[in-house]
């Protein structure tokens, strides 16, 4: 169940990622709603799942997740670089997490 937390809380922080291009933009209440909301999701899930899953383990999983979901937003809804070196090191971030799920 921790580990779903985790995943969540990656999730969320690319909301919150969302919420801070979108106040870069357009600084308005419902940016700033989704700025502070999805970050509060995000470390709220993040010190629940940090119950049982190690400091370096859950930090490193939490923020390949939200690296890798900011990138692939800006690709897909910002107009961000697609270059195959670009995803290569996306893939490369997918692996490393991974791999620390396995050898937890």
């Keep these: 169940m921790d580990w779903l937390m985790l995943i969540f809380g ?9 919420g801070l291009k ?7 209440f419902v940016n700033y709603l989704i700025l502070i909301g999805g970050f509060i999701m995000s470390f709220q899930l993040l010190v629940h799942a940090m119950e049982t899953i190690p400091l370096s383990t ?10 890798v979901g900011a990138a692939i937003v800006g690709m897909v809804f910002f107009k961000e670089s697609k270059s195959w070196l670009r995803v290569a090191c996306i893939l490369g971030i997918i692996f490393s997490v991974v791999g620390l799920k396995l050898v937890h």
């Design 58 to 67: 859950a930090y490193a999983v939490w923020t390949g997740i939200g690296t």
């Design 10 to 18: 990656g999730c969320f922080e690319v909301v919150g990622v969302i």
């Design 22 to 28: 979108r106040t870069a933009d357009k600084g308005n």
